[in-house]
């Protein structure tokens, strides 16, 4: 998922850096699904590691980090992207998240 929403950045000519303002939306590739394929791949990838090492304490630091990436990264990138031509209609017909 990593890939494809890498694949999506670098074919629409963006970059996937949270720090760098996005021109346009991306609406194709795994872009169709998830607002947020990175940030969910994280949690999955994050997720498979603590079930391999029956780990709480992995699973217990991935959901703290999508909380804090939630709050302090996905919501402000949407405030921006609110102001780009048709973020509005892809915010209403696909999900932040899964």
């Known amino acids: 998922m990593m ?26 590739g795994i872009f169709k699904y998830t607002r947020n394929p ?16 029956s780990s709480f304490g992995i699973l217990f630091g991935a959901i703290i980090g999508i909380l804090l990436i939630h709050k302090y990264v996905v919501l402000e990138e949407e405030k921006k992207l609110e102001k780009l031509e048709g973020f509005k209609a892809y915010k209403n017909s696909t999900r932040r998240w899964i």
């Not at 494809?4 to 000519?13: D, E, I, T, W």
């Not at 996937?16 to 939306?25: D, L, S």
Request: aromatic share 20%.
């Open 3 to 28: 890939l494809l929403s890498l694949r999506a950045f670098y074919s629409n000519n963006e970059s996937p850096a949270p720090f760098i303002p996005t021109k346009k939306i991306i609406t194709n």
């Open 38 to 53: 990175m940030y969910v791949s994280f949690f999955i990838s994050a997720f498979g590691i603590s079930t391999i090492f």
